[in-house]
C-alpha cells in the first residue's frame, strides 16, 4: 500500500534562512514520482516540484530542491532563502502506476511560518 | 487560460440531501482526479479515471459516485449527503500516462452538510 508521511505538522524559520521540510514514503513499486505542492492561505495547489525514482541528480528549481534519498524513502523539500510569502500549507506526494493507471497520493502536510 | 474549473464553488446541503460537483479541464489531459480535504489530514483520493471511459477507487471512495463524461469533464455525485463529507473538495488533472505527471488543480469547493 502507498504511504507518504510527514511528521513536522508546523515548522518556523527565520526569514532569509533555510528550512528542510520531511518527507517519507513507502512504495514496493520501482518506479515511481515525488513532488512537492504548496498550498498558500488562498487554498489554490501549486506544484513545486518533482523527482523520478530513476532520477541520479535531486530536482532543484530555483530555491526549492528536493534532497532525495532512495535506499532511505525520503524526498525532503529544501528551500532556500525563507520568503514572507513562503508561508503556506507544504504537502509531499507521491505517484506510481496501479491497475486503474497512474494516482497521486498526499502526506497530511506541513504548515510553515516564516518569521520577519 | 482556464486550466480545471470546477462548480459550484460552495454548497450547503442538508444530511441526505444529493448533488453533483461538476469538473472540466481544458489542456487535453487524459488523467483526472477527486480529493476530498479535511484539516489535519492532507488530501485524500476519492476517485480517479485513468482515461476517457475508466474510473477507479482512490483512498475514500465510499458515499461517492462518478462519471467520466467525455476527455474533459468528470463529476463527483453525493447520493445521500452526510456530515462526515463536509469537505473542500478538489477535481485535478494531469498527463496520464506516466510518473512525471503533476497535477493541475481546480480551486476547489467548499461542501458544507447540515
Known amino acids: 500500500a502507498q504511504k507518504i508521511t510527514q511528521t513536522q505538522p508546523g515548522m518556523f524559520v527565520q526569514e532569509k534562512e533555510a528550512v528542510t521540510l520531511d518527507c517519507t514514503y513507502d512504495?514496493?513499486?520501482?518506479?515511481?514520482?515525488l513532488f512537492w505542492y504548496k498550498q498558500p492561505s488562498s487554498g489554490e495547489m501549486i506544484f513545486l516540484i518533482y523527482q523520478g525514482s530513476y532520477d541520479q541528480q535531486n530536482a532543484t528549481e530555483g530555491r526549492y530542491s528536493l534532497n532525495f534519498q532512495k535506499a532511505r524513502k525520503s524526498a525532503n523539500l529544501v528551500i532556500s532563502a525563507s520568503q514572507l510569502g513562503d508561508s503556506a500549507m507544504y504537502f509531499c506526494?507521491?505517484?506510481?502506476?496501479?491497475?486503474?493507471?497512474?494516482?497521486?497520493?498526499f502526506g497530511a502536510g506541513t504548515r510553515l511560518f516564516v518569521k520577519a | 487560460n482556464a486550466g480545471v474549473t470546477q462548480t459550484p464553488k460552495f454548497q450547503v446541503l442538508k444530511t441526505g440531501q444529493s448533488m453533483t460537483l461538476q469538473c472540466a479541464q481544458d489542456?487535453?489531459?487524459?488523467?483526472m482526479y477527486w480529493y476530498r480535504q479535511d484539516p489535519g489530514m492532507g488530501l485524500r483520493l476519492i476517485y480517479y479515471s485513468a482515461s476517457e471511459g475508466t474510473t477507479d477507487k482512490g483512498e475514500v471512495p465510499n458515499g461517492y459516485n462518478v462519471s467520466r463524461l467525455n476527455k474533459r469533464e468528470f463529476s463527483l455525485r453525493l447520493e445521500s449527503a452526510a456530515p462526515s463529507q463536509t469537505s473542500v473538495y478538489f477535481c485535478?488533472?494531469?498527463?496520464?500516462?506516466?510518473?512525471?505527471?503533476?497535477?493541475?488543480f481546480g480551486e476547489g469547493s467548499r461542501l458544507t452538510v447540515l
Open positions: 512504495t514496493s513499486d520501482p518506479s515511481y514520482g
Open positions: 506526494a507521491m505517484r506510481e502506476h496501479n491497475t486503474g493507471g497512474f494516482k497521486t497520493i
Open positions: 485535478a488533472s494531469s498527463e496520464g500516462r506516466r510518473e512525471a505527471g503533476e497535477l493541475f
Open positions: 489542456m487535453n489531459h487524459n488523467s
